[in-house]
């Protein structure tokens, strides 16, 4: 008997020290340093006036709940440190400024794409991630920051799950709210922080809004954890997109037999001429602007409801209330209308090699253009560009992506929808399909257009904006067409230096090792850094404190394809081997394309 309870305390003592390893790690989160740049610079992409709107323009999104002052408040896990501090949120790879200071626009002074919102009706104002925070870049050299106006983002945003890898914005700001709600000390701070003279009023209704916004945060890292939804670690700069928004609206909102595995992500694209495209998203399948956009919205965390309180499916102009805000996602549209490729600012990187850039030039007639260069067409409002769509088979990068898209499969049936009335909807399905739908089993790309439909056309009807705006709002009368295709676009290539990791998954680190063959490429690499290496044009990958270890070997950060070596073309290969001395060259032409700088090479 005394043997068995010292087994019995030898294996509760084991199982607390491993909970407190597992606490300690969850509550401190594995970051890089991070210090301050001597100075930011801005390159003449757009206005000042741009660059605020589209820093700070709410979308609608709603981080479960989590309201703006709320997240102002919250302190780190184990000091009174403010977890919202620039300083900190820097180290997860968030923008900011050195000496940044609130303004009207972001009086929490807080990173680039932290914006707030009211719902109609109420006073809350809640914390808004909006599309700046993923599709801004900055690149640091020599001590200075050079800003990505519509770059890749390199932080680390989606995961709550704990890990003891730490590192992500969302396990760490769970670890502060929960501490928050456990702590009394802590949260008596935080509510007289929040609610000042309306404490004594207040602070229990506080608390439950509190417990009810932190439960959510905790259902869902649950539910990711024991169901293994991502699989492949994101890291910095990364997200499964299409399968995080189809895991959130066919699984957590319809049913749980609709979760799917994640384990494809991509980078976030550059979004500069990305109006003139005549097809979005890596593998081409959305077309109308508004509907990309809303469905974005709902990726990270826009309300969606499809069910009235009693669980019934809502039908008819009940369909489908959101917290979207179509006037502000018009608003941001318009600015990146205006928004310019990076040109090479000599004055930081270096002077460009003027005569060697002009070989490059002839390599890149003769090796690239055929797909980055696509056929463009005036359609009366804009130059639509028609970007080239490669198959997986023959471009051989990861096929996860687009194999994901164009196989899950989810039943929606619970919706109950008409297929009468889905006709009715500015649905383009491409090719149109022979055989009715099955709604018990649609793919994500068909089921989030018809999501978005109605999303928007509810929306419309809430902020009273008249049919006869809805087309230009819409994205220059587009339908919301959908394809399913097997393939990645061959983008055009203006600014490509300031878009690092390449290929669609970010598996690549520079563009020099992107015209190398495959056996050349790193096997690993570390991410999560900002400092750039102008020669080889991508970011350092040279080990350093709690970087990322990207490993090309895992499902999903395969870097295979886009090879140039010998061999007959398809499968992977898609062009003859390059010299080193020509990918040089190529990379001096690559730094001025669509540049001030091209008019004056030689």
């Known amino acids: 008997m005394r043997l068995l309870f010292r087994l019995l305390t030898l294996a509760a003592a084991l199982f607390a020290l491993g909970l407190a390893v597992v606490l300690y790690y969850v509550a401190n989160p594995k970051l890089p340093t991070w210090s301050p740049a001597q100075q930011v610079h801005y390159l003449e992409q757009w206005s000042a006036e741009d660059r605020q709107t589209y820093y700070f323009t709410p979308q609608g999104t709603q981080v479960k709940g989590l309201r703006y002052d709320w997240f102002n408040a919250l302190e780190l896990p184990f000091s009174q440190q403010r977890f919202a501090s620039p300083e900190y949120l820097a180290r997860f790879g968030f923008l ?17 794409g932290f914006a707030r919102h009211q719902n109609p009706g109420s006073q809350d104002e809640f914390l808004d991630i909006t599309c700046a925070a993923c599709h801004t870049g900055e690149l640091r050299f020599n001590g200075q920051a050079i800003r990505i106006d519509g770059g890749s983002a390199q932080h680390v945003l989606p995961s709550s799950v704990p890990t003891l890898k730490g590192g992500s914005f969302g396990q760490a700001m769970v670890a502060s709210l929960t501490s928050t709600y456990l702590n009394p000390w802590k949260f008596e701070r935080f509510a007289r922080n929040v609610l000042g003279e309306d404490y004594d009023a207040r602070h229990q209704q506080l608390r439950e809004d509190f417990k009810a916004s932190l439960v959510t945060f905790v259902k869902v890292a649950w539910n990711d954890t024991h169901r293994g939804l991502y699989p492949t670690e994101e890291g910095p700069g990364r997200t499964d997109a299409f399968g995080r928004i189809a895991n959130a609206t066919f699984g957590d909102a319809i049913s749980a037999d609709n979760y799917r595995v994640a384990n494809a992500p991509v980078d976030y694209p550059q979004l500069w001429d990305m109006w003139t495209f005549d097809w979005v998203q890596w593998n081409g399948s959305a077309q ?76 890149f007639s003769e090796n690239c253009a055929g797909c980055h260069s696509p056929r463009v067409v005036d359609s009366d409002e804009r130059w639509v560009q028609h970007l080239k769509m490669l198959p997986v088979d023959f471009i051989g990068t990861d096929p996860g992506a687009a194999n994901n898209i164009a196989d899950h499969r989810f039943d929606l049936s619970a919706l109950q ?99 190398s063959p495959q056996d050349e490429r790193a096997t690993t690499f570390y991410k999560g850094t900002f400092e750039y290496d102008p020669q080889h044009l991508g970011y350092r990958t040279e080990a350093f404190t709690n970087g990322f270890v990207f490993d090309t070997r895992i499902t999903g950060n395969h870097n295979s394809g886009h090879e140039f070596r010998a061999g007959q073309r398809g499968n992977g290969v898609i062009g003859r081997l390059l010299q080193p001395q020509e990918r040089w060259a190529l990379l001096e032409y690559l730094k001025v394309l669509g540049g001030p700088l091209e008019a004056q090479l030689p």
């Open 417 to 515: 929808w008409d297929l009468a009335e889905l006709k009715q909807l500015d649905v383009h399905l491409q090719p149109t399909p022979t055989e009715p739908l099955d709604l018990h089993q649609l793919s994500s790309a068909k089921g989030l257009a018809y999501i978005t439909a109605f999303v928007g056309n509810r929306a419309y009807r809430d902020a009273n904006i008249p049919a006869a705006e809805q087309p230009a709002m819409n994205g220059f009368g587009l339908p919301i067409g959908v394809r399913e295709l097997r393939a990645y676009k061959a983008r055009p290539l203006a600014g490509v230096w300031a878009t690092a990791p390449f290929l669609h998954n970010g598996s690549v680190p520079s563009i020099f090792q992107l015209l």
């Open 96 to 112: 900011i400024d050195p000496g940044q200071k609130a303004m009207p626009d972001n009086p929490g002074s807080l990173p680039v």
């Open 288 to 363: 109308q602007p508004m509907a990309r956009n809303i469905g974005e919205s709902l990726g990270v965390g826009a309300t969606l409801g499809f069910f009235d309180a009693n669980g019934q499916p809502l039908k008819g102009d009940g369909r489908y209330p959101s917290s979207v805000r179509l006037r502000d996602l018009h608003q941001i549209e318009e600015t990146l209308q205006r928004l310019k490729p990076p040109a090479w600012p000599e004055e930081l990187l270096g002077a460009v090699d003027k005569p060697l850039a002009a070989k490059g030039r002839e390599l």
